[in-house]
């Protein structure tokens, strides 16, 4: 599997050239006039399992860019799984439009026969726009759908199971970088304090964490004050404020040259997908600044690890016990970097590739 970086679409896009160069199984372009659906499934890897990810509803300024995001976000999902242990494969869809304004039950049934007519090999979820009820939409056309209510024998949100995830990846760093995974004292700055943002901020609040958030969501933002003690800054302020660990749980990309250089702080550890703005370059740029780096694939696994949990019969004790282990995979991917002397987000490429290589010795795609 090519492992390179995706390539910017432009207005006279290759579609071939981009999936030939991450190596993608199929693409989708979905298209309701009825409904409004305008939607791209994207299907990376189905070695270890069907695909299973997420459904993002985004206003995207182009179609190009809703392209680009599914196909970084469906990699992404393949090497979670694969690092994770999980039976399954990568692959995400994205809806563009605003979820506030264009979503619709018309629209989700549609989408959810998209899905069925692909007969099992893509498992869709919630994620950024959409939440458990329109999984129940969906849930109405195709089985092939995960992240259910509670009362319809399913997960819930995941949020509060990724969120433990990140924490999890937080500690091992700690005590990787300190000594020790407490993280009483410790100066947390999170970027982001949604679904997910918000739980971790409970999370490493119990801990006594000094704690430091950003958002566009003035409501979050007081919230965070009032409950946790939080103070809060401007969005870019974020970057430079002095902190031990430096949480990005908002949208990707967000590790480039200049926010890598205004970085204030030991440790990255966060929610966020795809925080590499391009993977090779920013990933050697952490390391040679120093900063001790968690693969966003390997610590924000929770929320799938969660919904796998639901796909084989969900349990909620063994989906927190599993999302546990990432602590010690986080530990091991630290001690595989160093050993090779690469970055973090290669070393943990490089382990969920050898996973995928080893299963299709076994067996082929889904």
């Given at each position: 599997?090519?492992?390179?970086?995706?390539?910017?679409?432009?207005?006279?896009?290759?579609?071939?050239?981009?999936?030939?160069?991450?190596?993608?199984?199929?693409?989708?372009?979905?298209?309701?006039?009825?409904s409004?659906?305008?939607?791209?499934?994207?299907?990376?890897?189905?070695?270890?399992?069907?695909?299973?990810?997420?459904?993002?509803?985004?206003?995207?300024?182009?179609?190009?860019?809703?392209?680009?995001?599914?196909?970084?976000?469906?990699?992404?999902?393949?090497?979670?799984?694969?690092?994770?242990?999980?039976?399954?494969?990568?692959?995400?869809?994205?809806?563009?439009?605003?979820?506030?304004?264009?979503?619709?039950?018309?629209?989700?049934?549609?989408?959810?026969?998209?899905?069925?007519?692909?007969?099992?090999?893509?498992?869709?979820?919630?994620?950024?726009?959409?939440?458990?009820?329109?999984?129940?939409?969906?849930?109405?056309?195709?089985e092939?759908?995960?992240?259910?209510?509670?009362?319809?024998?399913?997960?819930?949100?995941?949020?509060?199971?990724?969120?433990?995830?990140?924490?999890?990846?937080?500690?091992?760093?700690a005590?990787?970088?300190?000594?020790?995974?407490?993280?009483?004292?410790?100066?947390?700055?999170?970027?982001?304090?949604g679904?997910?943002?918000?739980?971790?901020?409970?999370?490493?609040?119990?801990?006594?964490?000094?704690?430091?958030?950003?958002?566009?969501?003035?409501?979050?933002?007081?919230?965070?004050?009032?409950?946790?003690?939080?103070?809060?800054?401007?969005?870019?302020?974020?970057?430079?404020?002095?902190?031990?660990?430096?949480?990005?749980?908002?949208?990707?990309?967000?590790?480039?040259?200049?926010?890598?250089?205004?970085?204030?702080?030991?440790?990255?550890?966060?929610?966020?997908n795809?925080?590499?703005?391009?993977?090779?370059?920013?990933?050697?740029?952490?390391?040679?600044?120093?900063?001790?780096y968690?693969?966003?694939?390997?610590?924000?696994?929770g929320?799938?690890?969660?919904?796998?949990?639901?796909?084989?019969g969900?349990?909620?004790?063994?989906?927190?016990?599993?999302?546990?282990?990432?602590?010690?995979?986080?530990?091991?991917?630290?001690?595989?970097?160093e050993?090779?002397?690469?970055?973090?987000?290669?070393?943990?490429?490089?382990?969920?590739?050898?996973?995928?290589?080893?299963?299709?010795?076994?067996?082929?795609?889904?």
């Open positions: 599997m090519n492992t390179s970086t995706i390539s910017s679409p432009d207005t006279h896009l290759d579609l071939f050239a981009d999936i030939s160069n991450t190596n993608h199984e199929q693409i989708v372009f979905c298209n309701d006039n009825a409004g659906l305008k939607a791209i499934i994207a299907i990376h890897n189905t070695i270890l399992g069907p695909g299973l990810g997420g459904t993002r509803m985004w206003n995207y300024a182009t179609e190009a860019d809703a392209l680009k995001d599914v196909l970084r976000l469906s990699r992404g999902m393949t090497y979670k799984a694969a690092i994770s242990g999980l039976n399954l494969g990568g692959a995400k869809a994205v809806i563009i439009g605003d979820a506030n304004k264009h979503k619709s039950e018309a629209l989700m049934r549609k989408f959810g026969r998209f899905i069925e007519n692909l007969n099992g090999k893509y498992i869709t979820a919630e994620d950024v726009g959409t939440t458990t009820k329109d999984m129940e939409y969906v849930n109405m056309e195709t092939s759908v995960v992240g259910l209510p509670e009362s319809m024998g399913g997960g819930g949100d995941p949020s509060p199971v990724t969120a433990y995830g990140v924490y999890m990846g937080m500690k091992a760093s005590k990787k970088a300190y000594g020790s995974d407490s993280l009483a004292g410790k100066k947390i700055s999170i970027q982001g304090i679904k997910v943002g918000m739980h971790l901020v409970e999370l490493v609040h119990k801990e006594g964490a000094q704690i430091t958030v950003s958002d566009i969501n003035k409501e979050s933002l007081d919230y965070a004050v009032k409950n946790y003690g939080a103070t809060v800054v401007d969005g870019r302020d974020i970057y430079s404020v002095g902190a031990d660990i430096f949480a990005p749980c908002a949208l990707g990309a967000i590790l480039n040259t200049e926010n890598i250089n205004s970085l204030n702080c030991s440790i990255i550890a966060g929610a966020a795809n925080q590499l703005a391009e993977e090779e370059e920013h990933g050697m740029l952490v390391k040679q600044k120093g900063l001790l968690a693969p966003d694939f390997l610590i924000n696994a929320g799938l690890i969660n919904v796998y949990s639901e796909h084989i969900y349990n909620r004790e063994n989906a927190m016990r599993d999302t546990e282990k990432i602590f010690d995979t986080t530990l091991n991917i630290y001690k595989l970097a050993a090779q002397n690469i970055h973090t987000q290669k070393a943990a490429t490089l382990l969920a590739q050898k996973r995928i290589d080893d299963i299709l010795s076994v067996q082929s795609t889904y």
